[in-house]
């Protein structure tokens, strides 16, 4: 009798353990990191000194990246060179690109804010044949990483300077490639790594020849 007694109980003990494995819950020893909670900034924008030493300059608006968008921080731009019309782009362009090259200043740093555009980008003057307006880089523009060439669209295309008013940013890279354009909408800004890599060539326009007069 002892012995169908411990038997039955040793039956009764595995149907529990087999019950316990069968329950999904695995113990492990094994600690499980999931990160850091992800850290929020601010994106609050410093007001940006006057120039120093008597340096002079026009305040200008650069696109920098703060919590994965785009937002506008106000820079203190080089006065362009006083030049004919014609090669007043490239000069303004160029204080542009490297007031987005800079580092952001620690303030803006504590804010989140950083900046994709790489050092050394260099404005030219355009091609023979290039659209009105048309902006070539030293680098070809599709060759640069999508949160750069977005940072670079938005502010080319916030620039009064620059832009004669609302519509596509038209740039063209160093070689004979025909210029492209690209749009800085709503979507880009919030999501600058989606920008199109390439965008939609530009061809002049043609202007009619006027007609004879009678």
């Known amino acids: 009798?002892?012995?169908?007694?411990?038997?039955?109980?040793?039956?009764?003990?595995?149907?529990?353990?087999?019950?316990?494995?069968?329950?999904?819950?695995?113990?492990?020893?094994?600690?499980?990191?999931?990160?850091?909670?992800?850290?929020?900034?601010?994106?609050?924008t410093p007001e940006q000194p006057g120039g120093q030493s008597g340096a002079q300059g026009i305040r200008a608006t650069v696109a920098l990246v703060c919590g994965s968008q785009l937002v506008n921080v106000e820079r203190v731009v080089p006065v362009p060179e006083k030049r004919p019309a014609r090669d007043s782009l490239v000069p303004a362009v160029q204080a542009l690109l490297e007031a987005l090259e800079k580092e952001p200043s620690a303030a803006e740093r504590d804010a989140g804010f950083t900046t994709g555009v790489p050092d050394g980008l260099q404005a030219a003057p355009a091609r023979p044949g290039d659209p009105a307006g048309t902006v070539r880089l030293s680098r070809k523009p599709e060759d640069l990483a999508p949160v750069a060439l977005s940072q670079l669209v938005c502010t080319l295309a916030d620039s009064d300077t620059v832009s004669a008013g609302p519509g596509p940013v038209v740039l063209g890279g160093p070689d004979a490639d025909p210029p492209r354009a690209w749009e800085c909408g709503e979507a880009v800004r919030s999501r600058p790594e989606s920008v199109a890599t390439l965008g939609d060539v530009v061809r002049p326009s043609t202007t009619p020849n006027p007609s004879p007069a009678p």
């Open 1 to 44: 009798m002892t012995r169908t007694r411990r038997a039955l109980a040793g039956i009764a003990l595995g149907m529990l353990l087999t019950g316990a494995c069968g329950c999904g819950i695995r113990a492990t020893t094994v600690p499980v990191d999931v990160g850091a909670a992800p850290s929020r900034v601010s994106c609050d």
